[in-house]
């Protein structure tokens, strides 16, 4: 049978990983027949020929069906998925940045055209967890997405805490194994967990949740204190990635570092694995897990979305939201806070429970703080001083209790 022609766009990380496990594999239906990158000048370890810089060299060749799209600027791969999806192509794109922000308009162009677009590889590496939402969870009505979603983060707070590394030096390992970002801020900063958490919610939520929606707050300040916190109380901090619905059209949604016991399923998830908790009505709580970022497992959710997509493979969108649903702004919640100022607590409406760092310069305390408090504090200029971690248990407790025998949280509402 004569293979199918997939054009492959960028040669970084996950191109390359993609491309090694292709060429690890006989009697695939496909074949990669060019491969699109920017630099010509650049080094590559495969015949020049192989290579093109011209797009439209690929969207004017009419033998090629599917794209594979792997590259790191966003502009460039939005124009990419269009111009496929116009031609009528078959794609799989890998850029979360770009879908979280152009999901909706894609979902619409590709309704129109007699192309199909897929992307598993977008959200956390090797799990499946958008085909398992797809497939598996289609009918069920979902409650709660909570996890790790950025595995240079969770490497990065593991090399940390576990092995008392400097945050400098976790950072280049994390860079310099290919978990993180060209710009690192975006995995760091809580921005790379934002927009997967978006591409998962239209998944599993069926709706159009947007970053700006979201509270976001990185790893990038953390200091001694809440390290030397964890490490004596025994937690690990996790960047938590967390969609819940508190009551009827109402979320809560919030990237946020948060201090995990031991008997939480995500304490045991470090280094690049990221951990996907689902909240399900009939099923209880499923924890997905594997490799979220790096060159092979990335890769390989790009080469099974290509055999899915070459089998026939789309997925069904609806909208479970048509009263749109909006921020829980009222919810409360405790944190840990450390800050240089009484300002900080006065911006934040914080209500002190406890003090952590009576007689010190700076302030480590404990409290409760409202969402919408939280949401307004991001454009504060004291907002890069300070540091927050969730405290996840008493979170999880009002929200709906913990089976503390299994460890798991339980489905709620
Ligand atoms: N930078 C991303 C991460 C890569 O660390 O999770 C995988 O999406």
Redesign the pocket.
């Known amino acids: 049978m004569k293979k199918k022609k997939i054009a492959l766009f960028g040669f970084g990380c996950v191109g390359q990983g993609l491309y090694d496990i292709i060429q690890q594999q006989n009697d695939l239906p496909f074949e990669i027949s060019k491969i699109c990158v920017k630099d010509p000048n650049k080094t590559r370890n495969l015949p020049g020929s192989v290579f093109t810089y011209d797009k439209h060299e690929i969207f004017n060749d009419n033998d090629i069906e599917i794209i594979a799209e792997a590259i790191s600027d966003d502009d460039e791969a939005l124009e990419i998925v269009k111009l496929a999806l116009k031609h009528g192509k078959k794609v799989v794109s ?1 850029s ?1 940045k770009m879908l979280a922000d152009n999901l909706a308009d894609l979902i619409e162009l590709e309704s129109k055209s007699s192309g199909v677009l897929i992307y598993e590889a ?4 090797s799990i499946p967890i958008l085909r398992t939402l797809q497939d598996y969870y289609q009918r069920s009505s979902i409650d709660g997405i909570s996890g790790i ?7 990065i707070l593991s090399k940390i805490i576990d092995e008392d590394c400097s945050y400098t030096t976790a950072l280049r390992e ?1 860079r310099e194994l290919g ?3 060209t710009d ?1 801020t ?2 760091v900063g809580g921005f ?2 934002s927009n ?1 958490l978006c591409i998962i919610a239209r998944h599993g939520f069926h709706m159009p949740l947007k970053t700006k929606e979201i509270f976001q707050f990185g790893i990038r300040h953390i200091s001694e204190h809440e390290i030397a916190f964890a490490q004596k109380k025994g937690y690990k901090i996790k960047q938590v990635a967390i969609l819940q619905k508190t009551k009827p059209n109402r979320y809560l949604a919030m990237v946020i570092p948060a201090f995990v016991d031991g008997h939480h399923p995500l304490y045991k998830i470090d280094n ?1 694995y ?1 951990g996907v908790i689902l909240q399900s009505e009939f099923m209880g709580d499923q924890l997905l897990t594997g490799k ?3 060159s092979h497992p ?1 890769g390989w959710a790009m080469f099974s979305d290509l055999l899915a997509i070459t089998n026939g493979y789309r997925y069904n969108y609806y909208n479970n939201d048509p009263a749109g649903s909006l921020p829980d702004t009222d919810f409360a919640f405790n944190i840990y806070l450390k800050c240089t100022s009484d300002m900080v607590m006065i911006a934040l409406d914080f209500k002190l429970l406890e003090d952590l760092s009576p007689g010190t310069a700076y302030r480590f305390v404990y409290g409760s703080v409202k969402l919408k408090d939280l949401l307004k504090f991001r454009s504060s200029e004291n907002f890069k001083t300070t540091f927050i971690t969730l405290d996840l248990r008493y979170l999880l407790n009002k929200l709906s209790g913990i089976n503390e025998k299994k460890g798991i949280v339980k489905a709620m509402v």
């Open positions: 890998a979360k977008s959200v956390c590496g979603l950025n595995g240079s983060s969770n490497y994390a978990f993180a970002e690192p975006l995995d790379d967990a997967k690049e990221n979220g970022a790096g990335t």
